[in-house]
């Protein structure tokens, strides 16, 4: 089923029955976790007027206010704090390691419920959006300390089927007991194919540029971009506390 994944932005105009996800994010819940706490939550947005406010922070994309769900999961170590808190238990999670740990359980928990869906034959698209502007999301879903979003899906029944995109060959990832040198050869063993797919070189043609990692480097996630959002992601993260 993984093999035929794609990205679903059009939605058919059907409920998502809520006994159905409340069984799917209860089966996700066997994913992998560290030290067994479980350090995630996740906000689900059906509300029209919330997934309004919502778009702007997800760049308008278009599924978000058509798909009948949007879900936010969030690095949750404030009920794990209140937990110890009230175990008579001091907790000392206010940092940036226990911030990774939580976001490396929110994405795991996230990968395994998107999987969990598809099966079931709902369709989704993930939003790489959501740390770009994470403390307009934080204020708009009354996030508190120690609660931070790390990823975000819409969620429903398909009214598309798209093409699937491209990856790239199990050489360009898989290193052999240490890593292996990225060399001139190896880029082109595992990036020409990719390179010359037509929707590539027409990206290439409507944009002027000569090489597709121009189109990375020059338009989608430019050095500035990149750090004037950095200077955003950390102050969020001493907002919630996990930084100082």
Same mark, same amino acid.
């Given at each position: 089923?993984?093999?035929?994944?794609? &990205?679903?932005?059009?939605?058919?105009?059907?409920?998502?029955?809520?006994?159905?996800?409340?069984?799917?994010?209860? =089966?996700?819940?066997?994913?992998?976790?560290?030290?067994?706490?479980?350090?995630?939550?996740?906000?689900?947005?059906?509300?029209?007027?919330?997934?309004?406010?919502?778009?702007?922070?997800?760049?308008? %994309?278009?599924?978000?206010? %058509?798909?009948?769900?949007? !879900?936010?999961?969030?690095?949750?170590?404030?009920?794990?704090?209140?937990?110890?808190?009230?175990?008579?238990?001091?907790?000392?999670?206010?940092?940036?390691?226990?911030?990774?740990?939580?976001?490396?359980?929110? !994405?795991?928990?996230?990968?395994?419920?998107?999987?969990?869906?598809?099966?079931?034959? !709902?369709?989704?698209?993930?939003?790489?959006?959501?740390?770009?502007?994470?403390? %307009?999301?934080?204020?708009?879903?009354?996030?508190?300390?120690?609660?931070?979003?790390?990823?975000?899906?819409?969620?429903?029944?398909?009214?598309?089927?798209?093409?699937?995109?491209?990856?790239?060959?199990?050489?360009?990832?898989?290193?052999?007991?240490?890593? %292996?040198?990225?060399?001139? =050869?190896?880029?082109?063993?595992?990036?020409?194919?990719?390179?010359?797919?037509?929707?590539?070189?027409?990206?290439?043609?409507?944009?002027? $540029?000569?090489?597709?990692?121009?189109?990375?480097?020059?338009?989608?996630?430019? $050095?500035?971009?990149?750090?004037?959002? &950095?200077?955003?992601?950390?102050?969020?993260?001493?907002?919630?506390?996990?930084?100082?």
């Amino acid at each position: 089923m993984i093999e035929n994944r794609r &990205s679903i932005r059009k939605y058919k105009d059907a409920v998502v029955d809520d006994a159905l996800l409340n069984r799917l994010l209860t =089966e996700a819940e066997r994913t992998q976790t560290m030290g067994n706490l479980q350090l995630y939550s996740v906000v689900v947005t059906r509300d029209k007027d919330m997934k309004a406010r919502l778009a702007p922070l997800h760049f308008n %994309q278009p599924m978000v206010t %058509q798909a009948p769900v949007v !879900l936010t999961f969030c690095a949750d170590f404030n009920r794990t704090a209140e937990w110890c808190r009230n175990r008579k238990a001091m907790p000392g999670y206010d940092n940036f390691l226990s911030f990774f740990n939580a976001a490396s359980d929110a !994405l795991l928990y996230c990968q395994n419920f998107c999987t969990l869906a598809e099966a079931e034959g !709902l369709g989704l698209c993930y939003l790489g959006t959501t740390i770009y502007m994470p403390q %307009q999301i934080i204020d708009v879903l009354k996030l508190p300390k120690l609660v931070f979003p790390v990823a975000t899906i819409t969620l429903g029944w398909p009214d598309e089927t798209p093409p699937q995109t491209d990856r790239l060959p199990l050489s360009a990832i898989r290193h052999n007991e240490t890593y %292996q040198p990225v060399t001139s =050869e190896s880029i082109d063993r595992d990036y020409t194919a990719k390179e010359n797919l037509p929707e590539n070189q027409e990206f290439l043609r409507i944009n002027d $540029k000569e090489t597709l990692a121009q189109i990375f480097t020059d338009i989608r996630y430019t $050095k500035k971009d990149n750090e004037a959002m &950095s200077e955003g992601l950390f102050a969020a993260l001493r907002h919630q506390g996990f930084i100082e």
